[in-house]
T-cell receptor, first 114, second 113 residues
Framework: DVKVTQSSRYLVKRTGEKVFLECVQD?????MFWYRQDPGLGLRLIYF???????EKGDIPEGYSVSREKKERFSLILESASTNQTSMYLC?????????????FGPGTRLTVT | GNSVTQMEGPVTLSEEAFLTINCTYT??????LFWYVQYPGEGLQLLLK?????DKGSNKGFEATYRKETTSFHLEKGSVQVSDSAVYFC????????????FGTGTRLKVLA
């Protein structure tokens, strides 16, 4: 079974803090993704990576950065946390299954910024 | 651009009722289509997929047929259970070789005993 793990299920941080969210996958997948999930907005892509040290902006990259130094690990960084970054953060990895990519998700990190 | 539209929830059904959750899409070419399910407190799990027109994806009693003529991929189940209560997301990945998914906003299903 594919396993995507995230470092924390719940996190509370203060405004202005630097926040690190870690994601690890154990299936040697090339592609990894960070989303945020908000009620009524569904999933919005923040950043993704298709190879080590490679990254591309998603739909809402402002206020975030990412790091992928090893294939299995993809980190999301909030440089200076703000209250509007309170959200559920989901990490995913994907691989080519037949003719299309399948994504596998971690359990999510619920971040509260006070 | 590509987009996915799902029916708004919540959908509330009694146990053993028939379920339909509508999903329509806009995309160029021939996207692959997916349904994901999110149980309370968990991440999303792939439920089923279809990669070409008229394909039917199925899993755990759920089915969806890729209808290119109506650009739809409606999710159905003949008899829902309380354990099916979750949020369901329709998604597509386009055929241009991108790795990026486009997700709908999700439909919450509540099944009452």
């Amino acid at each position: 079974d594919v396993k995507v793990t995230q470092s924390s299920r719940y996190l509370v941080k203060r405004t202005g803090e630097k926040v690190f969210l870690e994601c690890v996958q154990d299936m040697d997948h090339e592609n990894m993704f960070w989303y945020r999930q908000d009620p009524g907005l569904g999933l919005r892509l923040i950043y993704f990576s298709y190879d080590v040290k490679m990254k591309e902006k998603g739909d809402i990259p402002e206020g975030y950065s990412v790091s992928r130094e090893k294939k299995e690990r993809f980190s999301l960084i909030l440089e200076s946390a703000s209250t509007n970054q309170t959200s559920m953060y989901l990490c995913a990895s994907s691989f080519l299954a037949g003719t299309s990519y399948e994504q596998y998700f971690g359990p999510g990190t619920r971040l509260t910024v006070t | 651009g590509n987009s996915v539209t799902q029916m708004e929830g919540p959908v509330t059904l009694s146990e053993e009722a028939f379920l339909t959750i509508n999903c329509t899409y806009t995309a160029t070419g021939y996207p692959s289509l997916f349904w994901y399910v999110q149980y309370p407190g968990e991440g999303l799990q792939l439920l089923l997929k279809a990669t070409k027109a008229d394909d039917k994806g199925s899993n755990k009693g759920f089915e969806a047929t890729y209808r290119k003529e109506t650009t739809s991929f409606h999710l159905e189940k003949g008899s829902v259970q309380v354990s099916d209560s979750a949020v369901y997301f329709c998604a597509l990945i386009d055929s241009s070789g991108t790795y990026k998914y486009i997700f709908g906003t999700g439909t919450r299903l509540k099944v009452l005993a």
